[in-house]
């Protein structure tokens, strides 16, 4: 029978399901607060569904995102915003029990402050799935999951909203009511329209359902300052043999820092686009030193982790001032190159010299192999791991454990730390 | 009124949930958090760290020829200044017969080069320059980079000797010219005269500078050069 709870129950049902979402999704957030790497629930049905790997997946990208969480500057990782979508979600859960409880389901005031409550979520959404879909190209399913969670309890509201009108309006006439409203859900006792005081404070407490678990979340959180610049440094900053390019020279006053990277490697791209987001980039005056992922050129690996990334790297270092330009484009093509060298060596010098001829007479010369040999033997002198990228500000080393979710914290305190450009 | 109490309850709980759960995970992180820093490392997950070449034909006795060669040449240890080995060194640098020191360099094939000179010559041509420039441009991770020079049985032995130690320093001027701020740390000189381990006429199919005839003695009147992929 359809009654004037059916948009309530609507509501309880999305939020139940939007909770459900977020609740995983903060959970796979939470998990790499140990600073170490985890598998993520990306499923519609979570918790039921295996676990895919981390890596690649949609869910993985929007989570290393930094439109996965606020405040990363001041908390490690900062706070997930699926954490506060939890609360919201609790929040107008509470609020249509409450109406339906107090059977005040009929009241105009208490639905429109549920529709209201609900258009959060729902503008939330769109702002993140607009973000998703244009600026990280990825689809994660549990976020899809509370976006149609959202719009679940944004119609549900609406139906409720609606159902109230027609029921104060059908009153307002004296006619009946609503013959289908059975006493149980609709008590005319309730007559009085919730309070505006009322209103104001279920809104605090609106405001406590989210503010309550992010300040237990930040003054619960571990000590991650102590492992900021434990992670070793440089034995030999310097660069005598002109091996580095400058990839981004930073704002006046901006801190020295060298990036160990290879240009066709996902991480190194990933990292760059946290750190651009991040607006941490302008404080630091970057120079790269080629540390390629393919055994063409680098004796230390028995097979090419990114294949075409030597004559890549070479064209980076013949690009000279211009390194950011060749650079840019490799991370803007690292897939087509990595998999057109994979079946045949000579795509990457083909890509690179269609896309820039005035490289075509330095690429593979006996000079800048040599050069890349040294940038190589450069990361020999100073003892790093096989890994890219890594970041040394000041000759110190960005943590790898920090290099994704807790970057913007833990490169943010060690640039204060060093007191460069702000 | 009881409605509102119930009302109250179920905000409570509603409330308690995230919390509760946030709370739990953030305290699962953080205990597992403390027992990785004090869990030990497990071997197999550590990454690898940047090293010099170190290939499998770094046998003993090449080693040991390296070892000696950089020791008495001055590269390593206290022989600070002293560039070259002396040819009376030679026979102590390297103790086994001429053929077995020169079957040493045998897995270098595709890495080593013959700077060939003219008779009683010690001057380097342009194919010899190019020769000598492509093989160092090559350096990968090789940690060190070996000059062997020769001369072949014609003439005295004291000017053989001569000789050869011209041919080894001809080469490493020409190396000198690319700036390299580690030439020093890098370049092994060893000159032999014309009484230790002359190269047989096998060696005439390797990377050549001269593209004549190769007879034993072409072939003696030579830098062997090549980069050396093993560390010590």
Redesign the interface.
């Known amino acids: 029978m359809k009654t004037r709870a059916t948009g309530l129950i609507v509501v309880l049902v999305g939020a139940a399901l939007g909770?459900f979402f977020a609740?995983f999704s903060?959970?796979d957030f939470?998990?790499?607060?140990?600073?170490?790497t985890h598998d993520l629930h990306c499923s519609f049905i979570p918790g039921i569904a295996g676990r895919p790997e981390a890596a690649g997946t949609g869910c993985h990208v929007t989570l290393m995102s930094p439109y996965s969480s606020v405040m990363r500057s001041s908390v490690w990782g900062g706070v997930p915003v699926s954490?506060p979508a939890?609360?919201v979600f609790?929040?107008i859960?509470?609020w249509a029990?409450?109406l339906m409880?107090?059977?005040r389901n009929g009241d105009r005031r208490g639905t429109m402050f549920l529709l209201l409550a609900t258009a959060l979520p729902l503008i939330t959404s769109l702002v993140m799935g607009f973000i998703s879909f244009t600026k990280l190209g990825a689809a994660c399913k549990l976020c899809i999951g509370i976006y149609v969670s959202s719009l679940v309890v944004f119609v549900g509201a609406m139906m409720a909203r609606s159902a109230s009108a027609k029921l104060q309006a059908a009153r307002g006439t004296g006619g009946p009511a609503d013959e289908t409203v059975p006493a149980d859900v609709y008590d005319p006792r309730m007559d009085k329209p919730i309070s505006f005081p009322a209103l104001a404070g279920a809104f605090v407490?609106g405001i406590?359902?989210v503010f309550?678990?992010v300040v237990?979340?930040a003054s619960?959180?571990?000590n991650y300052e102590r492992y900021i610049g434990q992670c070793g440094a440089l034995e030999h900053q310097g660069d005598?043999?002109g091996i580095m390019v400058s990839i981004d020279p930073g704002s006046p006053g901006a801190t020295e820092a060298i990036e160990v990277l290879d240009p066709l490697c996902p991480s190194c791209k990933a990292f760059e686009q946290r750190l651009q987001a991040s607006g941490l980039a302008p404080r630091l005056s970057r120079k790269a030193v080629l540390?390629p992922l393919d055994n063409t050129?680098n004796?230390?690996l028995s097979r090419a982790e990114h294949p075409g990334a030597c004559t890549v790297s070479e064209a980076v270092l013949c690009a000279g001032d211009n390194a950011r330009e060749v650079l840019d484009w490799a991370f803007a093509e690292q897939d087509r190159i990595r998999e057109a060298a994979s079946h045949d060596p000579a795509a990457a010098t083909r890509l690179v010299r269609e896309r820039f001829p005035q490289l075509s007479s330095c690429i593979g010369t006996?000079?800048i192999?040599?050069k890349l040999?040294?940038s190589?033997?450069w990361?020999?002198n100073?003892?790093?791991?096989?890994?890219t990228p890594q970041l040394f500000v000041g000759g110190v080393k960005l943590c790898d454990e920090d290099s994704d979710l807790g970057m913007d914290y833990a490169l943010s305190h060690m640039l204060e730390r060093r007191g460069g450009a702000r | 009124m009881p409605r509102t109490i119930l009302a109250a309850v179920v905000g409570l709980v509603l409330l308690s949930i995230p919390t509760i759960m946030v709370a739990t995970w953030v305290s699962g992180a953080k205990a597992r958090l403390a027992q990785s820093e004090s869990a030990p490392v497990d071997a197999s997950q550590r990454v690898a760290v940047a090293a010099a070449a170190d290939e499998g034909y770094c046998n003993g006795d090449l080693r040991r020829v390296l070892r000696r060669v950089l020791q008495s040449c001055g590269l390593l240890g206290s022989g600070a200044g002293v560039r070259g080995c002396q040819p009376v060194e030679a026979r102590n640098v390297a103790t086994m017969s001429g053929d077995d020191f020169n079957a040493l360099f045998n897995p270098l094939a595709q890495r080593a080069g013959i700077i060939e000179f003219e008779r009683d010559g010690s001057t380097l041509d342009q194919s010899d320059r190019d020769l000598i420039s492509r093989l160092f441009a090559e350096q990968r991770g090789a940690s060190y980079f070996f000059v062997v020079s020769r001369a072949s049985p014609e003439g005295n032995v004291e000017h053989n000797r001569d000789l050869s130690r011209a041919r080894a320093e001809a080469v490493m001027s020409h190396l000198r010219t690319f700036n390299d701020p580690d030439l020093d740390r890098e370049v092994g000189l060893l000159w032999l005269g014309e009484e230790f381990a002359q190269l047989n006429t096998q060696f005439c199919s390797w990377q050549r500078s001269g593209t004549g005839e190769c007879t034993p003695d072409d072939i003696n009147r030579s830098a062997f050069i090549a980069w050396i992929d093993c560390t010590l």
């Not at chain 1, 939470?30 to 170490?36: F, S």
């Not at chain 1, 100073?382 to 890994?387: D, F, G, I, P, R």
């Open positions: 909770m609740s903060t959970y939470a998990e790499h607060l140990d600073r170490q954490m939890m609360s609790a929040f859960a509470f029990i409450y409880i107090t059977k407490l406590a359902f309550v678990p237990v979340y619960t959180l571990p005598p043999q540390f050129c004796w230390m006996a000079a192999r040599n040999s040294r190589l033997r990361a020999v100073n003892h790093l791991q096989v890994l």
